[in-house]
């Protein structure tokens, strides 16, 4: 199979339209059998439920070339059980599982003229979302709803290295204590936008969210979970109820006890706390972990002794150990690799 002729080393993350996605229906209490289109339009009713009242869900995961050539995903079993979780929060019919991972496959495998190749650092991000789509005008949830997913391939997420980044204490929330915070909706995201703006002009990279209802606890970021490493080398991340279940972050803590022999911990954590750790990422899909080198609370500066050059030792392996594994260069735990074949 020849490659696109993209200079794989300069895209960014953004739409590079693909050649194939897909796409699947549900009515009258069923879904369809789903089929992979050229389409890459919605045209949708004026009154669609998505449309009216946000009745959609989404997920994202990539698909690499390992060094050895072939085409792998990262525990798309994952992303299909939380989509399925964040489906029936709003009251969507659920994706069945075992179709989202075939989808996957066959979505990837028609465009694996776009999986960029090993050591370029670049991916094929996949996204795979469904929504509403009847008319809806009285609030309530919709009859009928569309499953699609795309790809499309995205550059390195650090070039020239990973610089740490430095963030802000909101004052806005991300999520309320029995809300919509644990499930990937992209209502989460609507109302995260004008806070991230905010902080961007402000000059900070990200935002630090708050538990909403005490604001003393560490919550997440609008689209990545914290993880920090304690001066005896504990990495710890915060719990709770309305954080998004990042599969890196479930996946780093794996890698963290049984490659690296570090003690974890899974726990609430304390913004009181933070100036006592000697690391701080932020991990999601996108970049694995990006290194916090700063946190800025109302004017006080969190610094951490990692600095503001590099990414502190201990994230450093982790970020090395995870992303070995997604490349094929260290051996997987069972079932974490799923090889997409091409011929
Ligand atoms: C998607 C997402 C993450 C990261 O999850 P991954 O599964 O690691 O990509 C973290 N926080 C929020 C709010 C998210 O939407």
């Given at each position: 199979?020849e490659?696109?002729?993209?200079d ?27 089929t ?37 995903c ?20 659920a994706f ?64 020239g ?58 919550e ?13 080398g ?28 570090l ?8 913004f ?35 600095g ?28 974490w ?7």
């Amino acid at each position: 199979m020849e490659k696109k002729n993209i200079d794989w080393s300069s895209i960014g993350f953004g739409y590079i339209k693909t050649d194939k996605r897909y796409v699947s229906n549900y009515k009258n209490g069923a879904w369809d059998e789903g089929t992979l289109t050229d389409d890459a339009n919605v045209v949708l009713s004026e009154c669609a439920g998505v449309l009216q009242y946000a009745q959609t869900v989404f997920e994202g995961l990539k698909a690499y070339t390992t060094e050895d050539g072939r085409i792998v995903c990262f525990r798309p079993d994952l992303n299909a059980s939380r989509m399925a979780d964040s489906a029936k929060r709003l009251e969507m019919p659920a994706f069945p599982e075992d179709r989202f991972v075939k989808a996957v496959e066959e979505t990837v495998r028609a465009n694996a003229a776009y999986v960029p190749p090993y050591g370029s650092g670049a991916t094929l991000y996949i996204r795979p979302y469904m929504f509403g789509s009847n008319p809806v005008i009285g609030v309530k949830p919709a009859d009928e709803y569309q499953f699609r997913m795309f790809c499309t391939p995205v550059g390195p997420y650090f070039k020239g290295g990973a610089k740490p980044i430095t963030i802000k204490v909101s004052d806005f929330d991300r999520a309320a204590p029995h809300g919509t915070g644990h499930i990937k909706a992209g209502l989460n995201y609507a109302m995260s936008l004008h806070a991230i703006v905010t902080a961007h002009q402000e000059g900070y990279d990200e935002n630090m969210y708050l538990d909403a209802a005490t604001r003393t606890k560490v919550e997440e970021t609008g689209g990545a979970n914290f993880i920090f490493v304690t001066k005896d080398g504990t990495v710890v991340t915060p719990k709770s109820n309305s954080i998004l279940p990042s599969i890196t972050r479930r996946s780093l803590m794996v890698v963290a006890e049984k490659y690296l022999g570090l003690k974890v911990e899974h726990r609430e954590v304390y913004f009181d706390e933070v100036k006592d750790f000697a690391e701080c990422g932020l991990c999601g899909t996108a970049a694995v972990i990006s290194p916090v080198g700063k946190i800025v609370d109302h004017g006080k500066e969190i610094c951490f002794p990692s600095g503001m050059e590099k990414m502190g030792p201990v994230i450093q392996k982790l970020y090395d150990t995870l992303t070995g594994i997604q490349m094929g260069r260290i051996e997987a735990p069972e079932g974490w690799i799923k090889e997409i074949k091409v011929d």
